[in-house]
């Protein structure tokens, strides 16, 4: 019974860090397509996965449902908004990771979104 539970926790442990290191892997590609993102390096990025994955785990929800009226108008478009000031926030927490303007943002998340569905198909699933 021990080791089924070490594999689990190992098998959980080990896609945790395998998404880390995608998601940084994603950041460096969107930033290498944009010219108005700067990304100093991999340990940057792997900085800006945690902070980013953290302000969209605890602050994302809490603005999500209190623009909802904006966000019903608008059909959800809203949400592109913040998805940009996140990561406008981001920019400003993390020193090696500067965002031009708030159009970039917008396209930084786009794009984001795009790559880290392309490498998605990388990350291993768990067979039941």
Known sequence: MQIIKNYFFNFKFMKTIIHWFLSALAIMITAYLLPGIVLKGFFAALVVAVVLGLLNTIIRPILVILTLPINILTLG????????????????????????????????????????????????????
Do not use: H
Not at 105 to 127: C, D, G, M, R, T
């Open 77 to 128: 478009l809203f949400t592109l908004v913040i998805n940009a000031s996140l990561v406008m926030l981001t920019s400003s927490l993390v020193p090696g990771f500067q965002v031009k303007d708030f159009w970039t943002a917008v396209f930084f998340s786009l794009i984001l979104w795009l790559v880290n569905s392309v490498l998605n198909v990388f990350e291993p699933k768990e067979e039941r």
